[in-house]
């Protein structure tokens, strides 16, 4: 009787033993957040004193906050770099568009197994040139770009046709939401994360989240006291600005709570970022007594630095701070990387850094922007090459970013020093690996 019961009790500790090491082995979830038009002097964590970001600060105090990731300036041309990896020169032909024959980060984590979801901002079916792009009212875009499900704005219909906050018109597999002026875009988005995650919670997710908020027009929130007049909804004013940043705040606040509630939060990666800087109508405060001016659409930093928190509590034990470049070609070979899955990519994998490995980070950031897509921004076409502190134009222009942020004051080639002549020829070898402006 006795060697029975010891067999059991082994019986019981190799499979428990074996559970646990199943459930270490299990593929981890990933949730993409990616703010519309936030540069990183809007977070706390980054010093901002302008804003309220408890949620995503907390982020950032136990992961991984990235000091310097470079974005595009504008909103497609990162979409199209973030999604598939690849400088804009390679695959990027209209703004508001992104080509079918394109691989990106959601067929990669479909074809690894992985559920997949988009919600939030489209804006990639070319419906601004209708007479060029043949299929810009395919609703199952989404679908071939590997997401299962979707939930989005800007996906067949227009801007003209409907907003995205109050009153929104959105559109979910296949079909047009009812509409009603109470709704508010963002839960709408936001709650169909949250019930996506409850429906997969027992097998491997994707997640991508191209926020709405915080692009203008700024108008009040659902918790903003002005809500309640319906005439003023759609009123833009910079004013609504702050409650804009505190409702993104409140809505990963929500997103974590459902993973903590089902206890996916360990096994989960939740990475924090923004499509372009901030609005130029915007000018917030720093802790340093700095004060940044939106620069959406410029190639300067105000334009590109955006912010990027990653959190994952299983792999990430000890919260630091990432000193060094990463831009937003190395998603697509990060998530490769996780998935161990070999990608053609122009990035370089920060995955090392999620899961504490060694790493050598980047020296350099190449930008390639030509938006095609009116005056004020097309004016802004460039190309640029940088380390952390110096930045080359394709036209030779030379900047010390320390000392010169907004690049009023190219420096001249009879004052360089021999470490600035010696990086500046780095970059314009850097410049040789790319095709030449035109």
């Not at 299990?26 to 949620?55: F, Q």
């Not at 990162?78 to 032909?93: A, H, L, P």
């Not at 009603?180 to 997969?200: A, M, Q, V």
């Not at 003023?232 to 409650?243: E, G």
Request: overall charge negative; proline content about 5%.
């Amino acid at each position: 009787m006795k060697s029975v019961i010891n067999l059991l009790i082994l019986f019981l500790v190799v499979f428990v033993t074996s559970c646990k090491s199943d459930k270490k082995e299990s593929k981890p979830n990933v949730i993409l957040i990616m703010v519309d038009d936030m540069g990183y002097e809007c977070i706390g964590a980054y010093g901002s004193t302008s804003y309220n970001t408890p949620n995503i600060d907390a982020l950032a105090s136990n992961g991984v906050l990235f000091s310097d990731c470079v974005s595009q300036p504008l909103c497609t041309p990162s979409r199209v770099k973030i999604m598939t990896g690849m400088y804009n020169y390679r695959n990027y032909d209209y703004f508001g568009h992104l080509k079918n024959s394109e691989y990106t980060f959601g067929n990669l984590m479909q074809d690894a197994g992985y559920e997949t979801c988009i919600a939030g901002k489209w804006q990639l079916n070319g419906l601004s040139y209708k007479d060029e792009i043949n299929d810009w009212n395919d609703n199952t875009r989404p679908q071939k770009f590997g997401f299962k499900e979707y939930c989005l704005w800007q996906l067949t219909k227009e801007r003209k046709d409907g907003g995205r906050y109050s009153d929104p018109l959105i559109e979910q597999n296949g079909k047009i939401l009812d509409r009603n002026p109470d709704d508010y875009g963002p839960d709408i988005f936001s709650n169909y994360i949250l019930d996506f995650i409850e429906r997969k919670k027992d097998q491997p997710f994707f997640v991508y989240y191209p926020m709405v908020l915080v692009h203008d027009p700024f108008v009040p929130t659902p918790d903003s006291p002005e809500w309640e007049n319906r005439e003023i909804r759609y009123k833009n004013d910079t004013a609504y600005f702050k409650d804009m940043v505190a409702y993104t705040d409140k809505i990963v606040g929500k997103i974590m709570n459902k993973l903590k509630a089902l206890d996916l939060e360990e096994n989960t990666l939740v990475l924090f970022t923004g499509d372009n800087g901030t609005h130029p109508t915007i000018t917030s405060n720093m802790a340093d007594n700095e004060t940044i001016q939106g620069a959406k659409g410029n190639t300067i930093d105000a334009g590109t630095h955006v912010p990027l928190i990653a959190y994952w509590p299983s792999k990430l034990r000890t919260p630091k701070v990432f000193n060094d470049l990463i831009e937003f070609s190395d998603f697509f070979p990060t998530l490769g990387d996780m998935v161990q899955a070999k990608v053609n990519s122009d990035g370089q994998s920060f995955y090392p850094v999620l899961t504490g490995e060694e790493h050598t980070p980047r020296k350099t950031a190449f930008v390639h922007y030509d938006p095609r897509w009116g005056e004020n921004v097309s004016k802004h076409r460039d190309q640029f090459i940088r380390t952390l502190d110096y930045k080359l134009y394709q036209d030779s222009s030379f900047y010390d970013l320390k000392n010169d942020k907004l690049e009023e004051a190219p420096l001249l080639l009879d004052v360089l020093d021999e470490e600035e002549l010696s990086i500046k020829a780095t970059l314009e070898r850097e410049f040789e690996k790319h095709p030449k402006w035109n």
